[in-house]
């Protein structure tokens, strides 16, 4: 079985248009937040907000989940983007042992103040930094290194050469016309949420450069000020080992 190639990612923080990128290339077969499906909707889901009256997939878990990635992975190359905090309950060396692992993040200034936009009754559970900090540092010592790091605000301010740099260290090649596509309706994908966040990735026509932004957490709610002082020291010990751009790759 080959290695699946992971991003471990957190919501509100580019994955998706990262996936549809990888989608582009044409050369893996690319599962879109897996073990989300079950965490959220399986038959025992862990979603901390579940209600009796929520929606329930038989048969679905996490093992079902992992037994489908692995033979996908028995048939060719796999990419799956997912949130570390769905698998924690099943972590287990044998399991991290078939992955290629790799992070996205992203300031939680940006990701928790989307998330209530949404979601106002969020729970820090489902933010995910916690459980994204404990793969990582778990993973730096089964590795003895750390596994690569993009930063979401790296990426879209220079898509081409963080995508690059990105390549070089998961050990697969660069392929830039995958950058760019045709917008419109994603129905080739099973949005198993709905597609309730992906209207952006919908319009879109690529990952192009944009300036970098920043949000004044002050001025947001109490809640959201509370749970981003929580997550910040996890998303900033993750930064201190992002990926760098070499100013001498490629330019989109």
């Excluded at 079950?38 to 679905?60: C, F, H, I, M």
């Excluded at 093992?63 to 309950?89: C, M, N, T």
Aim: aromatic share 12%; with cysteine; glycine share 4%.
């Amino acid at each position: 079985m080959r290695k699946i190639l992971a991003l471990w990612a957190i919501p509100r923080s580019t994955s998706t248009a990262f996936e549809w990128m990888m989608r582009m290339r044409g050369d893996m077969t690319c599962f879109h937040e897996p073990f989300g499906e079950a965490w959220y909707q399986g038959e025992n889901p862990l979603w901390p907000r579940v209600k009796p009256d929520s929606l329930r997939t038989p048969g679905l878990t996490l093992e079902s989940v992992w037994e489908r990635l692995q033979a996908a992975a028995e048939e060719g190359p796999v990419f799956s983007k997912d949130f570390p905090h769905y698998i924690e309950r099943i972590w287990t060396k044998e399991l991290l042992d078939h992955f290629n692992h790799s992070f996205l993040i992203r300031d939680p200034a940006k990701t928790i103040t989307s998330m209530f936009k949404h979601w106002p009754d969020f729970h820090l559970k489902e933010t995910g930094f916690i459980e994204q900090r404990q793969l990582f540092d778990r993973l730096c010592d089964d590795l003895g290194e750390a596994p690569p790091v993009l930063d979401s605000d790296d990426l879209l301010e220079d898509p081409a050469r963080m995508v690059e740099a990105w390549c070089k260290a998961v050990g697969i090649p660069f392929i830039p016309e995958a950058l760019r596509w045709e917008p419109g309706a994603r129905d080739e994908v099973s949005w198993w949420d709905g597609g309730s966040f992906h209207a952006n990735l919908r319009d879109s026509d690529g990952l192009k450069p944009q300036p970098r932004t920043y949000i004044d957490i002050s001025e947001a709610p109490d809640r959201v000020k509370e749970i981003h002082e929580i997550v910040l020291p996890h998303y900033t010990h993750l930064r201190a080992h992002r990926l760098r751009a070499d100013p001498k790759t490629a330019t989109q």
